[in-house]
Nanobody, 121 residues
Framework: VQLQASGGGLVQAGGSLRLSCAAS????????LGWFRQAPGMEREFVAA????????NYAMSAKGRFTISRDNAKNTVYLQMNSLKPEDTALYYC???????????????WGQGTLVTVSS
């Protein structure tokens, strides 16, 4: 499975962005899907994850209440709706596929290339 993330960009604080991650070369229907982010000089950190059927979601404290993860298995795509963005949300955002909706990046075997989100103050 190959993953292609898109939708990043420059936005002012308080604004919104929707990231998409499209899969090819296979179906995502059997995979949990996650979003992670990595700011310059920082470790890659968990943002949100969703189970294969979409019935279970998992959020980092920093994302809870502002971000929403969703998936459309028919379109082989996972989304991350990000509202009320803050400058500290600035990072390269990665999507990943794995067996569950874990918070651990080590649980994911497939990764997209990342899409840059920059939030200006």
């Amino acid at each position: 499975v190959q993953l292609q993330a898109s939708g990043g960009g420059l936005v002012q604080a308080g604004g919104s962005l929707r990231l998409s991650c499209a899969a090819s070369g296979g179906t995502i229907i059997n995979y949990g899907l996650g979003w992670f982010r990595q700011a310059p000089g920082m470790e890659r950190e968990f943002v949100a994850a969703i189970s294969w059927g979409g019935g279970s979601t998992n959020y980092a404290m920093s994302a809870k209440g502002r971000f929403t993860i969703s998936r459309d298995n028919a379109k082989n795509t996972v989304y991350l709706q990000m509202n009320s963005l803050k400058p500290e949300d600035t990072a390269l955002y990665y999507c990943a596929a794995g067996p569950g909706n874990s918070r651990s990046k080590d649980s994911y075997g497939y990764w997209g290339q990342g899409t840059l989100v920059t939030v200006s103050s």
